[in-house]
Nanobody
Framework: QVQLVESGGGLVQAGGSQRLSCAASGSIVSSTDMGWYRQAPGKQRELVARITSGGNTNYADSVKGRFTISMDSAKSTVYLQMNSLKPEDTAVYYC???????????????WGPGTPVTVSS
């Protein structure tokens, strides 16, 4: 199994910065990709940023140029650096893992419990 532990959420002023982290642990063989999703009040969960095992990244248009996703050399922790935060960024942020674990070897998906980010104007 793979477990995800998120940290870094909290209150921040508009225009400020915040860094989220997500530490993966367990019987990980390899990761296909990891990403951050968010769910604002009354809305569906949506992709914020994604990074593949090869280091390729994708960003939602709404955060492109402001947010940066990265992973450490051991690929055990993924980060989301959030700059120039706006009130519209307020949401619960969820970390997602996709990869291979085992033995017995099995592809699996794991989600973190979510960490709230509130941006005040």
């Amino acid at each position: 199994q793979v477990q995800l532990v998120e940290s870094g959420g909290g209150l921040v002023q508009a225009g400020g910065s915040q860094r989220l982290s997500c530490a993966a642990s367990g019987s990980i063989v390899s990761s296909t990709d990891m990403g951050w999703y968010r769910q604002a009040p009354g809305k569906q969960r949506e992709l914020v940023a994604r990074i593949t095992s090869g280091g390729n990244t994708n960003y939602a248009d709404s955060v492109k140029g402001r947010f940066t996703i990265s992973m450490d050399s051991a690929k055990s922790t993924v980060y989301l650096q959030m700059n120039s935060l706006k009130p519209e960024d307020t949401a619960v942020y969820y970390c997602r893992f996709s990869g291979l674990a085992g033995p017995p070897f099995k592809w699996l998906e794991a989600w973190g419990p979510g960490t709230p980010v509130t941006v005040s104007s």
